[in-house]
Nanobody
């Protein structure tokens, strides 16, 4: 499974952005796709996840109400989107998408495949 993330950049505080992550390859292996973020000097933090079917979404408590995860399924690809609203300077981080076969979704170890990360910078 290969993951390609995109959509990061510089955003003003209070603004919104949408990140995308396209999964290709042996996507039948995927049960969950998730987003994590990591700021300098901090641990990787769970943001949100969604099952490949789209039936189940999980959000980090600290971000509920400001993020929305969704997905589109095509024949050989799955694309997952993360919409973040009301951006704050503390949202600045490298955002990573991940995919895995586990039923569990909120820990980095639940995932088998990782994208390259996309930088989000928030200006105040």
């Amino acid at each position: 499974v290969q993951l390609q993330a995109s959509g990061g950049g510089l955003v003003q505080a209070g603004g919104s952005l949408r990140l995308s992550c396209a999964a290709s390859g042996n996507i039948i292996r995927i049960y969950n796709m998730g987003w994590f973020r990591q700021a300098p000097g901090k641990e990787r933090e769970f943001v949100a996840s969604i099952t490949r079917s789209g039936e189940t979404t999980v959000y980090a408590d600290s971000l509920k109400g400001r993020v929305t995860i969704s997905r589109d399924n095509a024949k050989n690809t799955v694309t997952v989107y993360l919409q973040v609203h009301s951006l704050k300077p503390e949202d600045a981080a490298v955002y990573y998408c991940a995919a895995g076969s586990s039923w569990y979704a909120s820990r980095p170890n639940d995932y088998d495949y990782w994208g390259q990360g996309t930088q989000v910078t928030v200006s105040s």
